[in-house]
């Protein structure tokens, strides 16, 4: 009998000891060894779809005047427009270069959130002295120029009238004449850089040509 008993006591003590080395296979050791690489990878996600989020931002979703994202306050904007060379006026606007010739500039602000939303570049015979024969040329420069630049955007063109449209806004040149007014008489080449995102009501200019008006 005592033979007996010391045999099963040696059997169950050898399968005891064999579910002990197991129970590191046990689901709740599984779940337990495998929680913290999860949450690892999945903050690494985290992190790096913030960071794209954040690329996109800054250089994906607003349209670009010299290389400068038109976003932001005005504030900030001047000071990357003074890098390029522009110089403030006492009236609030700025004079500079663009495209190689002198033109006046001026930085529209939305009122509802106070970012920057559209940037005006503006050529004016009577201001610097242009001919109309200088700004009719330099009109199709700049179209050239915005033709190679956005070769993949829709471009629209009629009568001196262009606009190459974007996801992230549209550009507008175009060249005419007035008499008088804020914009000076004679011929005005106006280039318009205009940002969808910080613009309230965007809307596309219609390049129409003379004969819808017949």
Known sequence: MKTLLVAITIIFGSYVNQIKSHAPLAPKAILGTMTQPVENIQNENK??????????????????????????????????LLEKEFYETSLGGFTGRFYGHFCVADAKINKNTGSVCEVLIRYNQS????????????????????????????????????????????????????????????????????????????????????????
């Open 127 to 214: 201001i610097a002295n242009y001919t109309k024969d200088d700004l009719i040329l330099l009109y199709g420069d700049i179209v050239r120029g915005l033709k190679k630049k956005y070769s993949k955007a829709k471009c629209d063109e009629i009568n001196n009238h262009m606009v190459i449209s974007m996801p992230q806004g549209f550009i507008e040149c175009k060249i005419f004449s007035t008499f008088f007014g804020a914009m000076g008489g004679g011929i005005n080449l106006v280039v318009r850089y205009v940002d969808k995102a910080n613009t309230s009501v965007y809307e596309i200019p219609t390049v129409r040509r003379n004969e819808d008006d017949l």
């Open 47 to 80: 992190t790096v779809s913030t960071n794209k989020s954040t690329t996109v931002t800054s250089s994906g979703t607003h349209l670009l005047f010299m290389g400068i994202p038109i976003d932001g306050s005005i504030d900030s904007f001047k000071e990357k």
